[in-house]
């Protein structure tokens, strides 16, 4: 649900609870202190992550899931008659078997993250500029030499993680 809502509905479904917790935490802290704390959760970075994470968990949700289906119970069932923890059993036979469908999971939610612009223009901090919101700024001034070099590095540096889930796909051994 979250990847079919747009990023701007999501922005202020975010905006909302955060404006309501800070402004709660400002007037506990003027009433018991005397203080003004200002808008710490809204006006901070937490918000943009928070609203990254309901926007793309589906993404990496569905991929992990599927590495997850593909381990069987009794893989479990053989670590724990060899003496193995769930710890150990989470990090010496899930992971390695998951390793790569995590590894696909984080490079398409970084590409999302990299492309993301509504979100990101209506909760990101003051003088927080990713580089879409430059690409998006600079165009929108008309300056469409200066939004060039933004958008040039948007496209390596996604290309990049987008060729390591290509490969990955057409050579699942890697």
């Known amino acids: 649900?979250?990847?079919?809502?747009?990023?701007?509905?999501?922005?202020?479904?975010?905006?909302?609870?955060?404006?309501?917790?800070?402004?709660?935490?400002d007037a506990w802290l003027r009433a018991t202190f005397g203080i003004s704390s200002g808008l710490i959760?809204?006006?901070s970075i937490a918000a943009l992550v928070?609203?990254?994470?309901?926007?793309?968990?589906?993404?990496?949700?569905?991929?992990?899931?599927?590495?997850?289906?593909?381990?069987?119970?009794?893989?479990?069932?053989a670590a724990r008659s060899l003496?193995?923890?769930p710890g150990s059993t989470l990090f010496q036979v899930h992971a390695p078997l998951m390793w790569g469908s995590l590894l696909t999971a984080s490079l398409v939610v970084f590409v999302d993250v990299?492309?993301?612009?509504?979100a990101t223009l209506l909760l990101r901090p003051t003088?927080?500029?990713?580089?879409?919101?430059?690409?998006?700024?600079?165009?929108n001034d008309l300056f469409y030499a200066r939004a060039a070099a933004p958008a040039l590095l948007l496209v390596v540096v996604s290309a990049v993680p987008t060729y390591l889930i290509l490969s990955r796909l057409r050579d699942p051994s890697a």
């Open 1 to 25: 649900m979250g990847y079919a809502v747009p990023g701007t509905v999501i922005a202020v479904g975010v905006l909302i609870p955060f404006a309501r917790l800070d402004n709660a935490v």
């Open 41 to 43: 959760l809204t006006g």
């Open 50 to 77: 928070f609203a990254y994470l309901v926007r793309f968990l589906a993404v990496s949700l569905n991929t992990v899931e599927a590495s997850l289906a593909k381990i069987r119970s009794t893989m479990d069932d």
């Open 83 to 85: 003496g193995k923890g």
């Open 114 to 118: 990299m492309k993301e612009l509504p």
């Open 127 to 139: 003088g927080f500029d990713t580089l879409a919101v430059r690409i998006w700024s600079t165009a």
